[in-house]
């Protein structure tokens, strides 16, 4: 039996059923990074001696019928924009290269003391911005389905690493479609979560009112495992949410129960732009559900159209204060022979910011600056609210909104680079659910005729995740895109 | 030069720090002395990742100054984002509030010398936390100490409405006094609590017109003394300035100057005001913060009487002098302890004389305020009883009061134990009288013939029956006796 074949609910199983140890299953991951990881480059770092020693441990714990977590021996990994006190945290940056938290994140606590195993930290576009992990300042992530293509962003290796079975489940993080654009690119399913479902805390900081951790996996039930995990109210996060308002659902207990009278809603101007073969596979996707007895009604989304800009002036603002404290000063990469303090700023800054970083910042400081900030910020606050008024009136006659998750599918290295508004835009889909703060899917549904995996975005009200995961489930349910894999790992 | 005069404006923006037990957006204690970088976690170190999280009782004492400022509490309050650059602010930006201040409006009373007050409007009164210090040891670098990063901050912001260094001072002194009353600061100076940065100018009336000088900003100063000194030298610098050059107020060409306390002058930092742009915008890490109308009465009910008005309230209604009032206003514990001793029955002068003049020594000696001696405000009023009815004299309570906190025990008893009860029993006394005057007749010829001695020769005679008596003979009872042996 392959081991990288099992999802993260069969393996965890296996191994709690003592039917294969944590230790093997960690060595099958280890060997088929060995064997991949040279070409797919998902890892920015490894824990190798780490993982099999604490995969000891909980078997050790198993045989001895001690009491284990929910995710006990199972290898996972996180992107690297969550701090862990082991290991480097670089959120691919040059200027965190060697930056090492003296804390772990919530959400990887929270893995820990679930008793999964962390086996590494992966790649993705600097400090989350951009949509193909090309902005990485420090390696290279290749899809698996093609390697002569991204694997989407920003947290590309995270899906690169579920996509080449480099590790059953992942934990990306999604300011703009970070987790379900390179989900849908790598063929996989991606989930972010309700903005304050998951704790912040320790995620390093890009747009704080839109940045939420969420995770990666094969199937739906398997990110429902990780999310029954790392959800909840976390008294370091004031934006995490009080769970007597939004009680933690468990989302793998009635994943199979079919959502009765399912209203599925179909924004007409939000499909049009994408690729033909997208939208036909997005159609062909509509008809699953029609056929499995849901109503498909078409609802008016006024604003959407605004959602890029307001998003784009929101999300850099708040980056262009996030990322003032990478200064050279404290950690982080300095300048060698500064002239003066203001240097110190300056140089260290410019010498290990990439360019989108730097384009961010720039764009950020602008919109926040005096005289600049009604036009820019205040006004993209405003189109915020609009835009959350939408979904609100759009939830009213329907229960989830299907949409593609990127007008495309996986691009070449270099397509997108010189044209950052090309870039943005095929965010285009995936925005207007972190402006809204609410819950959003990608599942494989397709292939095009480059054999590139499609994915289907489902979105649906603030705190719905154990619904939008049943609307999920039932399409997977239906198809069978979900068990395609790519050529690489065969 | 004459025909020339002038009005001196001036408006102070004052950092107050406050008591609470940790920081203002994480768990680390507040802190000073302690070794560098020893005070301080992830948060407060601006580590990425890390999280604010609002302490609420900092909120609530910055809610108990505003009411007690009369400031108009906001029902809706933010945090926002204050950007620049500076190695001591590790975030590069300080959490702040800037169009939805806690507190709006308001005023501070401040004592004249007439004994009238004057009312000190303020702008505003906001928190935010404090940067950490840059340490410039040697070298040609710099060290950063992180440990006051994060502090709790009040920053109160007056309109220009003092009009000398003198009226300066005052609220400075009537803020700190106010601040500790309410218990929301520790005021101390010497740990930096409390700084000031007064705005200065004036406004010069010649017979061709009316001028105003140039506003200069005077940075950082934490003691009342450099306060009143450095606004005292900047006006006659400014007015000296004016009659040399006849520069004046333009947009723009507000100063920045620090206060040298060795030459004690003040010396320009920044010729022109810099167009500073804090781009600030709402801190998205932290909610805002709903005052609801019954957090609010609840923190109402903590704010006590002001300690200026009490003190006119003492002077009024006690009838002390305005200096014995003043003494005991100084700390709340001083006033809340007297007033307790009054409500027991005690007269307010008596009682205002026996902690004036032995409690605030006891205290002061023991470094504790008048509620840490270990003695309660009824047997001082009781205390203050038994002089009023001459059960023992004044010198004789000031002993008793040392003794009841040295030992713990009642004034009756340690009166009895320490034989300080005076004799004011008449038949007793007028026997002792009448055998001094049989002892001293050539005295009481004297004062019969109405000798311009006699007085001398009555406190003579008194005297005598106080030695008999051991001093136990109550002077009052005495005196009337010898009156009457004479009339």
């Not at chain 1, 930056?99 to 993705?124: C, Q, S």
């Not at chain 2, 000073?32 to 004492?61: D, H, I, K, T, W």
Request: glycine content about 8%.
């Amino acid at each position: 039996m392959s081991f990288q074949e099992l999802t993260a609910i069969e393996l965890r199983e296996a191994i709690a059923s003592r039917r294969i140890s944590s230790v093997e299953a960690v060595e099958a991951v280890l060997a088929q990074i060995d064997r991949l990881e040279p070409t797919v480059g998902a890892f920015i770092s490894l824990f190798r001696e780490e993982a099999l020693t604490r995969a000891r441990d909980v078997d050790r714990r198993i045989a001895a019928g001690a009491p284990v977590g929910p995710l006990a021996g199972l290898p996972v990994a996180v992107k690297d924009v969550m701090c862990t006190s082991f290991g480097a945290t670089t959120c691919g940056s040059r200027i965190l290269e060697n930056f090492h938290a003296p804390y772990d994140a919530t959400a990887v606590r929270k893995l820990l003391e679930a008793d999964a195993v962390i086996v590494g930290k992966t790649n993705m576009d600097e400090f989350a911005m951009g949509s193909s992990t090309e902005n990485s300042g420090l390696k290279k992530t290749v899809n698996p389905w093609a390697t002569d293509r991204v694997p989407g962003g920003s947290s590309g290796g995270s899906a690169a690493a579920v996509a080449g079975r480099l590790c059953p489940v992942t934990l990306g993080s999604d300011t703009g479609g970070s987790i379900r654009q390179p989900a849908s690119f790598c063929g996989v399913v991606g989930l972010k979560p309700t903005y304050g479902r998951v704790s912040r805390y320790g995620l390093v900081a890009y747009g704080s009112s839109l940045d939420q951790i969420g995770p990666f996996g094969r199937t739906v039930a398997d990110v429902a495992l990780m999310l029954n995990v790392i959800a909840g109210h976390d008294a370091a996060d004031s934006t995490s949410v009080d769970e007597t308002m939004a009680p933690v659902p468990d989302c793998l207990a009635e994943l199979d129960k079919p959502v009765e009278g399912l209203k599925l809603g179909v924004v007409p101007a939000f499909n049009a732009g994408a690729e033909p073969a997208v939208q036909a596979a997005i159609d062909a996707a509509i008809e699953v559900y029609r056929g499995a007895g849901a109503e498909i009604v078409e609802i008016a989304m006024p604003h959407l159209d605004y959602a890029i800009a307001a998003y784009y002036v929101i999300a850099t603002a708040e980056a262009s204060s996030n990322l003032a404290r990478y200064d050279g000063v404290h950690y982080g990469h300095r300048t060698a022979n500064p002239a003066d303090y203001v240097e110190v700023y300056s140089k260290s800054r410019e010498e290990a910011f990439g360019a989108e970083v730097k384009r961010r910042i720039m764009l950020g400081t602008y919109a926040l600056s005096s005289g600049y900030y009604d036009a820019y910020y205040l006004k993209a606050l405003k189109v915020r609210n609009l835009i959350r008024g939408d979904f609100v009136k759009a939830f009213e006659q329907c229960d989830a909104i299907v949409s593609p998750v990127a007008p495309t599918t996986a691009f070449k290295f270099g397509e997108k680079m010189n044209d950052p508004l090309q870039m943005y835009l095929s965010d285009i889909y995936t925005i207007s659910a972190n402006l809204a703060g609410i819950p959003g899917v990608s599942v494989p549904c397709g292939l095009d005729e480059n054999n590139l995996p499609i994915g289907l975005q489902l979105l649906t009200p603030a705190f719905s995740e154990a619904k939008l995961l049943r609307v999920a489930r039932l399409f997977e349910a239906a198809t069978d895109w979900h068990t395609k894999k790519p050529a690489l790992v065969e | 030069m004459s025909g020339l005069s002038y009005k001196v404006i001036v408006g102070l923006e004052i950092h107050v720090q406050l008591c609470t037990k940790t920081k203002m957006f994480c768990g680390c204690e507040l802190s000073f002395g302690e070794e560098a970088n020893s005070r301080v976690c992830p948060v407060c170190l601006g580590m990425p990742g890390s999280l604010p999280v609002m302490n609420g009782q900092a909120v609530e004492y910055a809610m108990r100054a505003a009411l007690a400022l009369n400031c108009e509490v906001a029902p809706f309050t933010k945090w926002d984002r204050k950007s620049y650059y500076y190695p001591d602010l590790p975030k590069n930006y300080q959490i702040s509030q800037y169009d939805l201040p806690l507190g709006n409006g308001g005023y501070i009373e401040i004592p004249q010398a007439d004994g009238q007050t004057k009312r000190i409007r303020l702008i505003r009164a906001h928190l935010e936390e404090d940067a950490g210090k840059n340490l410039h040891t040697a070298g040609n670098y710099s060290q950063v100490d992180l440990n006051r990063a994060g502090t709790p901050l009040l920053e109160i912001v007056t309109e220009p409405d003092m009009s000398s260094a003198d009226e300066v001072r005052a609220l400075a002194v009537e803020l700190q006094r106010i601040m500790r009353y309410l218990g929301v600061s520790e005021g101390d100076m010497q740990k930096g609590h409390m700084r000031f940065e007064p705005n200065i100018n004036l406004v010069i009336t010649r017979p061709d017109g009316e001028f105003k000088t140039p506003i200069a900003e005077i940075k950082n100063l934490n003691s009342f003394r450099a306060l009143e000194r450095s606004v005292a030298y900047e006006i006659e610098r400014q007015l000296d300035e004016f009659i040399e050059t006849g520069v004046t107020l333009q947009m723009g060409n507000k100063s920045t100057r620090g206060w040298n306390d060795d030459e004690q002058v003040t010396v320009l930092q920044r010729e022109k005001e810099e167009a500073h742009d804090y781009r600030y915008f709402p801190d998205p890490d932290l909610v805002p913060v709903t005052t609801t109308p019954e957090w609010l009465e609840q923190i109402k009910a903590q704010v006590c009487e002001l300690p200026l008005h009490k003190q006119l309230r003492y002077v009024n209604e006690y009838g002390l002098s305005d200096y014995d009032a003043g003494v005991l206003t100084a700390e709340r514990a001083t006033a809340d302890f007297f007033e307790a001793t009054v409500a027991s029955g005690g007269d307010p002068k008596r009682v205002c004389n026996l902690l004036s003049q032995v409690g605030l020594k006891l205290a002061n000696e023991r470094g504790c305020d008048l509620s840490g001696l270990g003695i309660e405000p009824a047997p001082v009023a009781e205390l203050a009883q038994m002089t009023d009815t001459g059960t023992v004299s004044a010198t004789a309570a000031s002993t008793i009061l040392e003794a009841m906190v040295e030992t713990g025990k009642g004034p009756e008893a340690l009166a009895e134990e320490l034989n300080l009860v005076q004799k004011s029993d008449a038949g007793e006394l007028e026997g002792m009288v009448d055998a001094v005057l049989a002892e001293n007749p050539q005295v009481v010829e004297q004062i019969k013939s109405g000798d311009k001695k006699s007085k001398k020769a009555m406190g003579f005679l008194l005297g005598q029956v106080m030695q008999r008596t051991k001093g136990q003979a109550n002077p009052k009872v005495v005196s009337e006796i010898l009156g009457r042996k004479f009339n």
